[in-house]
């Protein structure tokens, strides 16, 4: 697989967020699903939706949070499954 990163990320609500990758496929996420499997104070902030919408794209990656308190493995993304 060639190497895949993000190009843009859109918050669709319902803690989903819609990826454009380097290849120009799309993939909407469910991420609100892997916060409620995984409760931890860094993470359960954002399952509120003000704070969910602050995502930025830094080197590729998908973030939440000044010290990318919440990241993804691309791959996973692109799949559209994280575990």
């Known amino acids: ?4 990163y993000i190009i843009k990320a859109e918050d ?3 803690l989903c967020v819609c990826l454009t ?11 609100g699903d892997f916060i409620r499997r995984h409760p931890h104070p860094q993470y359960n902030k ?6 969910f919408s ?3 794209i830094d080197n590729g990656n ?11 493995p691309v791959e996973q993304l692109y799949a559209g499954k994280i575990a």
Do not use: C, H
């Not at 954002?46 to 704070?51: G, I, M, T, V």
């Open 1 to 4: 697989m060639e190497n895949l």
């Open 46 to 51: 954002y399952l509120a939706p003000r704070k």
């Open 62 to 72: 998908v973030v939440w949070g000044k010290n990318w308190d919440l990241v993804f």
């Open 54 to 56: 602050r995502f930025t």
């Open 21 to 31: 990758f380097s290849d120009n496929t799309t993939q909407t996420v469910d991420i």
């Open 12 to 14: 669709v609500g319902n």
